[in-house]
């Protein structure tokens, strides 16, 4: 199948085409897909779940979190730094948007300008926790960043004389498009809007970050998790880079802050817990480190499966009227169980079966998968002879 | 100081290149252990040294001082005549801690006399001013304590790795230390790093500087793939090579950064006689075509006897020979660090 469309001098053509403006065929295909998903929101067994409406705004929360995925990817796929507080920033972003268009300060700058402001802020953040964490590694990183992460939310919710408390900030702005396309104030009842927003800030956050990958930049965040070591003796600047590393990932997490504040209308500080990193993290890892289309479908899949998923699992399982079982003491009653209680657990079995059979993700990128499947012995390993042969050359 | 004019100079005494390097005194204690002691050596430019000595002797230790992974406990590196330290602390802050004792004793001062101002304030401004002035003298014309006790203190570390790069020497490691899930040609893209300019933005939406850059990098890391004979293997991932090629694979890295000195940390290491000749061969032309300076730690007798200029041993940290090869051949000391007393009598 695949020789028969490589065979065809067209397809040949468009294909190196492609491979030529990488950039243009991001576009292209996260367009497609864009086109695609509301589509098969409309065919069965999809068209059962609900509405096509529902679920275009189902996707556009989807689409959240794999911005989320996206710029944890940076941080944890390319540069190899453990951030277990990348929740951090998503606040941040949220509520920089919801202090500069909201009721709470009668201040109203545009939704537009403030993704960018929002992306900024975040990223400043993101050097001021990267600054004291450089010189840690792995586990000691990980629970400074398991820190920031929990003092953040905490800091919104107890400072309530500025961020209005556990009640977060209410009555922020929708995007307005003033007219183009017709468009004025998006409203809640639309989510097409929402939908297409978040597409296209995926799009270019895709795009940018395909072009970063690809750049001394993304070579050198490869370097140091691949040997951080060598990497300095190669002349780079590890503090520096590893520091562009939290803001780019901080800076995305900013913007789908400022995205999610805006379709929510609300921030409270609830809402940026530790599960919100904990479930970027395991779209990250689930999906495949390294590889950007990777967290993204992962993003997006484990998204559904939470928001979807497990409702209509609660949904056969309930029709399909399975005996109730009696194993000795307990007595599961199927009518009666609500899987999407059992949202971490189902998680956490997923991540543990993943480390067994699939330790580099569903989608990996091709260095990671080289990296996990070390079939032949490392030619490295042989150990050089301390002293060669002729230890004392020509005659003592 | 005439070596210039003998430029085939096979048989030149490499003493007569100014020195590119120069160490001095250099000490380092890890806690008790004293891992190299006080030692002081050149680099002649174009030539290529030899460090040896037995297993333990300091070899590696002195080698990371230099490549600005260890700071020394004593002593100092200087390359092209200037000491590495890390500039960007030294360049703007040193006039700083010169002045800020000066500066603290006349506030001090001045603050004592207005306390104490019925002994009369111009007496106390008059000593603080001959205090600034007297300090001052002494800050300029010594570095005084203070200075060395931040060094002390590590607010004047030695240059980073990173720097020690941007400054023209770049390294190989004892244990090959390439990024292994990356290919043979991004190896050397990395190497190149320091060379690179394009930033961010310029990354981040192609711009001029990033295209061009990319394109004219990769052509030349292609070449110096080709240079250390791996023509065809830019896009083999490192792990995949095998281990002479891996050792070729870091030599091209690191002449990708394109040093005045190259440190080799045993790079014949594992390799069986053939490939030790070939890489002899390639040290020689490192030198001869591309003028680089050369500094070797080996084991291999036959290749540091072949190819140095000059040879420095070390034994217990401390220097205890130094000359042409034949000369430290014959020195009883090292046939003895070597081979134990018996075999030098």
Redesign the interface.
């Known amino acids: 199948m695949t020789s028969m469309l490589a065979s065809n001098p067209t397809i040949r053509e468009a294909r190196s085409f492609l491979r030529r403006h990488q ?1 243009l065929s991001i576009l292209i295909s996260v367009g497609i897909i864009a086109a695609l998903l509301p589509i098969v929101a409309t065919v069965p067994p999809f068209s059962g779940f609900g509405n096509q409406r529902d679920f275009v705004g189902g996707f556009a929360d989807a689409g959240v979190f794999v911005l989320l995925a996206l710029g944890l990817n940076v941080v944890v796929g390319l540069a190899g730094l453990l951030d277990l507080g990348y929740a951090a920033f998503f606040a941040i972003g949220a509520y920089t948007f919801a202090y500069s268009a909201s009721g709470y300060t009668g201040l109203d700058v545009p939704f537009w300008p403030m993704l960018l402001v929002g992306a900024f802020v975040a990223a400043m953040f993101g050097i001021l926790l990267g600054a004291p964490t450089l010189r840690l590694r792995g586990d000691y990183l990980a629970i400074v960043t398991l820190g920031f992460g929990e003092i953040v939310p905490v800091v919104f919710l107890n400072a309530s004389a500025f961020t209005n408390g556990t009640n977060g900030i209410t009555g922020i702005s929708q995007p307005n498009l003033y007219g183009l396309f017709g468009i004025h104030g998006f409203g809640f009842t639309n989510p097409w809007l929402y939908y297409f927003t978040v597409f296209g800030i995926i799009m270019l956050t895709t795009m ?1 970050l395909y ?2 990958q690809d ?6 965040w ?2 140091i998790r ?2 951080e ?10 503090v520096t880079t590893k520091l ?1 590393a939290f803001a ?1 990932g901080a800076s995305t997490s900013g913007l789908a802050g400022v995205f999610y504040a805006s379709k929510l209308a609300t921030v409270t500080p609830d809402q940026f817990g530790f599960t919100v990193s904990f479930t970027a993290l395991s779209m990250v890892v689930l999906g495949g480190m390294g590889n950007i289309w990777g967290v993204s479908v992962g993003a997006f899949v484990i998204y559904e499966i939470q928001s979807q998923g497990l409702k209509q699992l609660n949904n056969l399982v309930q029709t399909a009227r399975l005996p109730t079982l009696h194993l000795g003491p307990v007595t599961i009653d199927w009518a009666t169980i609500n899987f999407l209680n059992y949202q971490y657990l189902l998680y956490g079995l997923a991540l543990v079966l993943m480390m067994l059979l699939r330790p580099e993700g569903l989608f990996p990128s091709r ?2 998968r ?2 996990l499947h070390e079939v ?1 012995i ?3 390993e ?13 005659e ?1 | 100081m005439t070596a210039g004019t003998d430029v085939a100079g096979t048989t030149t005494s490499a003493g007569d290149a100014p020195a590119i390097l120069h160490a001095e005194g250099v000490t380092k204690r890890f806690g008790g252990l004293v891992a190299v002691r006080n030692v002081s050596f050149d680099i002649p430019e174009g030539s290529i040294v030899s460090l040896i000595g037995p ?1 333990g002797a300091g070899k590696t230790t002195f080698f990371n001082v230099i ?1 600005g ?1 260890i700071d020394p406990s004593e002593g100092f590196i200087s390359f092209l005549g200037e000491r590495m330290v890390a500039r960007s602390v030294r360049a703007w802050a040193e006039p700083f801690f010169w002045l800020a004792p000066s500066v603290v004793a006349a506030v001090v001062g001045i603050g004592l006399g207005s306390v104490g101002s019925r002994v009369g304030l111009d007496v106390a401004v008059l000593a603080a001013v001959l205090l600034l002035i007297v300090s001052l003298l002494t800050a300029i014309v010594r570095p005084p304590w203070y200075v060395r006790l931040l060094i002390r203190a590590g607010v004047f570390r030695s240059a ?3 720097e020690v ?2 400054r023209g020497i ?2 190989t ?10 290919t043979a040609l ?1 190896n050397v ?3 190149m ?4 300019r ?3 933005i310029d ?4 711009l001029r500087r ?1 295209r061009r ?2 394109t004219e990098m990769r052509e030349e890391g292609r070449r110096w793939l080709a240079y250390v004979g791996l023509e065809g293997r830019d896009d083999a ?1 490192a ?5 002479g090629d ?1 050792r070729r694979l870091e030599i091209a ?1 690191a002449l990708a ?1 394109h040093p005045r000195l190259l440190l080799l940390d ?1 790079p ?3 390799m069986n ?1 053939v490939e ?1 000749s070939h890489m002899t061969a390639l040290f020689g032309q490192i030198r001869s075509e591309l003028g680089i300076t050369i500094l070797l730690i ?8 072949g190819v140095s200029d000059r040879v420095t041993v070390l034994d217990h940290g401390e220097t205890i020979a130094e000359g042409t090869p034949e000369v430290v ?1 014959a020195n009883p000391l090292v ?1 003895e660090a ?2 134990g007393k018996g ?1 030098a009598s």
């Not at chain 1, 042989?382 to 020509?394: F, N, T, V, Y």
């Not at chain 2, 792990?239 to 281990?243: A, E, H, K, S, V």
């Open positions: 950039s940018i072009r970063l750049s001394r930049i993304g070579r050198a490869v370097a691949e040997d070591l060598a990497a300095a003796s190669m002349g780079i600047n590890t562009l780019i260095r990671r080289e990296e032949d490392e030619p490295s042989i150990e050089p002879s301390e002293i060669g042969p002729g230890a004392l050359g020509g003592p | 297993n490549a992974l980073k790795p990173n790069v941007n770049s390294r490691f004892q244990n090959i230390r390439l990024f292994q899930n990356m991004e893209l990395v190497g790093h320091s060379r690179m394009a930033n961010l990354s981040a939406f192609r990033h850059e990319e991932l792990r995949n090579l095998p281990y891996q890295r950064s045993e014949t290491a594992g006689p030790t080996e084991h291999d007798m036959r290749v540091v006897m051949r046939i070597y081979l075999a």
